[in-house]
């Protein structure tokens, strides 16, 4: 049994779909499913699932929770009243974005072995099935989705950094040329995929990105990248060697990609 919450929530058992009804009976549920095993109060999941709460809010609060115990009944998760409010008794790992959390977090511990570390993120991001709480409106679920991305393309770049040190800078390409246009604003990002492109001896690719990046920057933002992105270009113009990277070698086994991450993030 899995609560997904990395992409459209879902609650599945063995790979089937658990019939949840409405975008707002699912909202319900992330809130629960944020908090997991912890009580929630009722004022907390009225402001979670409605900016502007109706009449009544409370009596449609109590008919989705009453709709979801229906629809949960047999899969190992439960709604329980607990602490003047509600939890969504469940393993936390159970829930998609909890373990994402785990795996990052535990991945930072290895700091001094790269493809552990790497090994570890590939799972995490393997969870990522596109942009988190899709489908469910609301100024908190913006607030939540901004966060968990953000927890997403950090860990990405930590494992890039773990991948240019191993010397796999093709695979650290391959993975974020399709992911860079979708965060342009994420410049740790583009830096790991211009480091690739210059171990591969693809600078005039790395500086062209460099440019494309100013270019929304200044156009949009009307701001200049960071000062390491630009220490990064004077680099590679002056064609300075990276010591973040190795000399690439072969891709290696598969299981330390996240192949999920182009794909579902689309």
Known sequence: MEIRLLGPVEVTV???????GPPQRRAVLAALAVDADHPVSLGTL???VWDLPPDRATDSLYAHIARLRQALTGTEVSIERRGGGYALEVDPDRVDAHRFRRLAKEAQTHAGDDLTRATLLAEAMDL?????????PGDWAARVRYSIEQQFV????TWAQAQLRMGRPDLVVT???PLVPRHPLAEPLAGMLMRGLRALGRTAEAVALYARLR????????????????ALHQELLRGDHDPLTRAAGRSGTRELLFAQVTGSSR
């Open 215 to 230: 270019g929304y920057l200044t156009d949009h933002l009307g701001i200049e990248p960071g000062p390491e992105l630009r």
């Open 154 to 157: 950090g860990a990405i770049v």
């Open 175 to 177: 993975e974020l040329t």
């Open 14 to 20: 063995d790979d089937r779909g658990v019939p949840l």
């Open 46 to 48: 009225i402001e979670r």
């Open 128 to 136: 990522w099935r596109g942009a988190p709480l899709t489908g469910i």
